[in-house]
Nanobody, 122 residues
Framework: QVQLVESGGGSVQAGGSLTLSCAAS????????MGWFRQALGKERVFLAG????????GYVDTVKGRFTISRDNAKNTLYLQMNSLKPEDTAVYYC???????????????WGQGTQVTVSS
């Protein structure tokens, strides 16, 4: 059973930084893709960034490219999202997710964490 547990959310002022972590367990993630998504209040959940577990190939949505960095530590089975230059519009619940293929399509992500709140004040 795949389990994903996020941590690292919190409140920060605009221009600040946060790093989210996602501890993954339950299986070997060889050819899987791990992703970060977010859902703002009243809006749909959207893809932010993805990384292949093997090879570390990454993809980002344009709104976070250059500000957010996705990475993983295979030895610790942990996924990260480094977020810099945060803006009030980045306020949302952030989720990590796992897909059993190389993909950035949210429909292919079958496993989800519980989410962690990020609040950016102006």
């Amino acid at each position: 059973q795949v389990q994903l547990v996020e941590s690292g959310g919190g409140s920060v002022q605009a221009g600040g930084s946060l790093t989210l972590s996602c501890a993954a367990s339950g299986r070997a993630f060889g050819s899987w893709t791990m992703g970060w998504f977010r859902q703002a209040l009243g809006k749909e959940r959207v893809f932010l960034a993805g990384i292949t577990w093997i090879g570390g190939r990454t993809g980002y949505v344009d709104t976070v490219k250059g500000r957010f960095t996705i990475s993983r530590d295979n030895a610790k089975n942990t996924l990260y999202l480094q977020m810099n230059s945060l803006k009030p519009e980045d306020t949302a619940v952030y989720y990590c997710a796992a897909a059993a293929r190389e993909t950035y399509n949210s429909r292919h992500f079958d496993y989800w964490g519980q989410g962690t709140q990020v609040t950016v004040s102006s």
